[in-house]
């Protein structure tokens, strides 16, 4: 398979593929870049206009131009067409349409707005008005006396052949409807329009009057694409305040500014004087305009103001043309994009492809790139997910600076193309690199973090501060970290509020430092404090293990708090183990010792044995009779201490045990019956109570035998004449009890323990008689058998107890019907 990645053809798959992704990931950058030109130019498939920039700011400015015309002009014109409102506040609208720059020329008519944009109809209805009505001020261009007739007074740059003639407003107002596609209507306070809502909500707010003659705040939402109601107010000062999607109140004046009254009108704060208490002086205060007793609003009408506004034909000409040659470079860039991505995608698959063969196939050679450690690699895509997003950075500064979409040179589309490449380069060849280093099983050698905090820590364990802090006790090292932790959470807790509400920056740098650093280590002091329980809970599964005596192999790390004790645990474990080994080696070989030497002294003691039978069989004289059966009495004793040594040594070591299962009552009985003879001859008196029935147990029968006999032999040889023995078999729960009490025939001056010893008589001063070893023996075959043998003096009362645990039949009658 490897004969299809050659290394020329895998070069070029390289190099091409990080050109091909870096033109892709650039295109689509620059579809993003088109789509929000698109949505820049406002735009929509279904050919209506939506909120961009531009359009929304004009389209407010033309708004607010032909209301404030239609309040403030059009509402004080007769019907002759004369302005008969106050002079100085129709000044300040000429000046404040200037000053904006806004276009308008004076007509016969009036002020006429000009635009390149919108067709606009804008009228004020004049309010009936009883005839003979005179309206005079001292500071009006002139005085008209009005008819009974409602007047509407308009001004719009939309040709009259739309309106015809002798037009009702009703009428006018549905001829626009018709004629004009995208528009947006006022009438009175309404606002209306034929285009779909855009759906994203904007906010006005701005101040009225109520009836008691004070302002009162308004918040309005409005969809981004319409426009708000807005509205205006007069006051007792002479200003005259219009909110009409402007971003500040427009304020006009009655009086001149270099007049008291005018100048009063202008301010927005009073100084007021007061009198102190007495001698003490005057102290003066500030307070706003519209909150002075004397001070009286009075909101304007809008009743009878219409504003219609519609884009004109040239706009959306020219906006189509934009939009369709954006269109045009958006197909394109978008079909490079896709071939590009796709091409990239195939031959990044094919790479892949090629380490992960190759890796298999073991064909990779040692190169420079084996040198440079995985953080360099993990540190490069960092740096590539940073870069993707300054790369973005730069783009959209470098549109800012000059129009990219119209650069004839494109250097800026190569320098970001070429970096994108450089990126996908390196992201491939680590991706491929990690392929390799995972079929070489080299991945975690590769890192060099690991190897740099190995060598950190060999030379930490040798310092003196590791010793020092190693022979430190682990508590008190706890209980230091858990003080300074409160400590540090404390703090962060006191100083938070400061971060969170300080103004001062000196202030909010030095607590959001001390916040830090407090919070710093008191996750510090968490994470040594969960390793501490993790090391813990080693510790204590090796104290578990030393109580089994199973082994262990979890080791605790020698920068752990309790490495100390756990190789003093160790060491311990260690000592246990060689002096418990040490001691069943000498055991064994004390053992293996008797056994052999009473192997060895039966084939000799059987010959002395024969020869004493033929001596009994011989002729002699009774001296040497009498000698004779000194020696035949004492060859037997010996041949059974050879005998009982022989047994008990096969009997420590575990071999020579047949278990099988048998009736302990049974036993029992059989061992008494057969000790009857011995019971009669030491004319002491029996007590014998059994309980129970049948008692069957697991173990060697033989052996058990034994036991019970050389108890009850016990019982004969050393109780006090003429007392009486007791013999009790009972059930202990589980286990079935063999008690033999008597008192004994000398003072008992041993332990319990030294009674069961090898070799041990309890009348030391006896010459003749047992071989100290019958207890031994049955407490020897008792435990080999799995039950306990024990001995308890009370006074001269000698008790000896043999404890069988029995079978539960029930459970093996379960278990065989399992089976």
Not at 19 to 36: H, K
Not at 496 to 524: H, K, M, R, T, W
Not at 616 to 644: C, H, N, P, R
Request: hydrophobic residues 35%.
């Amino acid at each position: 398979m490897s004969k299809f990645f050659p290394k020329a053809a895998r070069v070029t798959a390289f190099i091409t593929a990080c050109v091909a992704a870096g033109v892709a990931l650039f295109g689509e950058m620059y579809i993003s870049r088109i789509n929000g030109r698109l949505s820049d130019l406002g735009w929509n498939m279904d050919g209506s206009i939506d909120s961009s920039d531009e359009y929304c700011t004009e389209l407010k400015n033309m708004y607010e131009q032909l209301c404030i015309l239609g309040v403030c002009e059009l509402a004080n014109t007769d019907s002759s067409g004369n302005y008969v409102g106050n002079k100085y506040v129709k000044s300040d609208l000429l000046y404040y349409f200037d000053y904006n720059g806004y276009s308008y020329k004076k007509t016969d008519d009036g002020i006429v707005p000009y635009s390149d944009t919108f067709d606009y109809y804008v009228s004020y209805t004049v309010p009936e008005i009883q005839a003979d009505e005179t309206v005079t001020d001292e500071e009006t261009t002139s005085a008209e006396t009005v008819s009974g007739e409602e007047n509407v007074h308009y001004v719009t740059n939309i040709s009259s052949e739309i309106f015809g003639e002798n037009k009702t407003e009703k009428q006018r107002l549905d001829a626009l409807k018709s004629k004009k596609y995208t528009y947006i209507l006022r009438t009175g306070d309404f606002i209306s329009s034929q285009m779909q809502s855009s759906g994203t909500m904007d906010y006005y707010s701005y101040q009225v009057a109520e009836e008691n003659g004070k302002l009162r705040d308004v918040n309005e939402s409005y969809p981004e694409n319409y426009l708000p109601l807005g509205g205006w107010y007069s006051d007792s000062y002479g200003r005259y305040v219009f909110n009409f999607c402007n971003e500040s109140p427009i304020k006009f004046y009655e009086y001149p500014e270099n007049t008291e009254v005018g100048f009063t009108a202008r301010r927005e704060w009073v100084d007021l004087e007061s009198n102190t208490a007495e001698g003490s002086g005057v102290y003066y205060s500030t307070l706003p305009i519209c909150d002075m007793p004397d001070y009286v609003a009075v909101a304007g009408d809008t009743e009878g103001l219409t504003v219609f506004i519609s884009p004109r034909e040239s706009y959306f000409r020219s906006l189509t043309g934009k939009y369709n040659d954006l269109w045009d470079v958006y197909y394109e860039t978008r079909a490079l994009t896709i071939k590009c991505g796709v091409l990239a995608l195939v031959l990044i698959a094919y790479l892949i492809a090629a380490a992960v063969v190759r890796g298999l196939a073991g064909e990779h050679i040692s190169s420079f790139a084996d040198m440079i450690p995985c953080e360099f690699y993990i540190a490069a895509w960092f740096l590539i997910l940073a870069g993707s997003s300054e790369m973005k950075f730069m783009y959209w500064k470098m549109n800012e600076a000059s129009d990219v979409l119209n650069d004839d040179t494109g250097f800026g589309y190569m320098v970001l193309g070429a970096a994108y490449a450089v990126m996908t380069g390196v992201a491939v060849h680590s991706i491929t690199h990690g392929i390799k280093l995972v079929s070489q099983r080299k991945l975690r050698s590769s890192f060099m973090l690991p190897k740099l905090m190995n060598k950190l820590s060999e030379k930490y364990l040798e310092t003196s501060m590791y010793e020092t802090r190693r022979n430190r006790p682990a508590g008190s090292g706890l209980m230091r970290r858990s003080i300074i932790s409160l400590a540090a959470f404390m703090v962060s807790a006191a100083v938070l509020p400061i971060v969170i509400n300080e103004q001062d920056e000196a202030y909010l740098i030095v607590a959001s430092l001390i916040c830090g650093i407090s919070s710093l280590y008191f996750i510090y002091s968490q994470i040594r404090a969960m390793l501490l329980s993790r090391d813990l809970t080693k510790l204590d599964r090796r104290i578990t293990a030393l109580n089994r005596n199973t082994p262990f192999e979890e080791e605790i790390s020698p920068l752990s708090e309790l490495s100390r004790p756990s190789d003093m645990l160790k060491n311990i474990s260690d000592t246990v183990s060689d002096a418990v080994e040490e001691q069943i080696k000498s055991e064994r070989m004390k053992i293996e010792l008797v056994a052999n030497v009473s192997h060895d002294l039966k084939t000799p003691l059987t010959s002395i044995i024969s020869y004493i039978d033929l001596l009994k069989k011989t002729e002699l004289d009774d001296e040497a009779m009498g000698y004779v059966q000194i020696l035949d009495k004492k060859s037997q004793k010996l041949k059974g201490i050879v005998a009982d040594v022989f047994s008990l040594a096969k009997a420590t070591s575990g071999i020579d045990v047949n278990m099988e299962e048998l009736d302990f009552v049974r036993l029992f009985n059989q061992s008494l019956a057969d000790a009857e003879d011995k019971i009669k001859e030491s004319r002491k008196t029996f007590k014998i109570n059994v309980t129970e029935e049948t008692a069957p147990v697991m173990g060697d029968g033989n052996k058990l035998y034994r036991v019970l006999q050389n108890i009850i032999d016990n019982a004969l040889k050393y109780s006090m004449d003429g007392s009486r023995i007791f013999l009790e078999l009972t059930r202990d729960g589980e286990n079935i009890v063999f008690t033999a009490k008597n008192i004994s025939s000398y003072p008992i001056d041993f332990t319990a323990d030294e009674i069961t010893e090898r070799f041990v008589r309890g009348d030391k001063s006896r010459t003749d008689g047992g071989s100290g070893l019958g207890l031994s023996i049955a407490k020897s075959f008792t435990e080999a058998c799995g039950g306990r043998f024990e001995i308890q003096l009370d006074g001269d009362m000698f008790k000896a107890i043999m404890s069988m645990p029995l079978i539960n039949k029930e459970e093996s009658e379960e278990e065989k019907e399992t089976i």
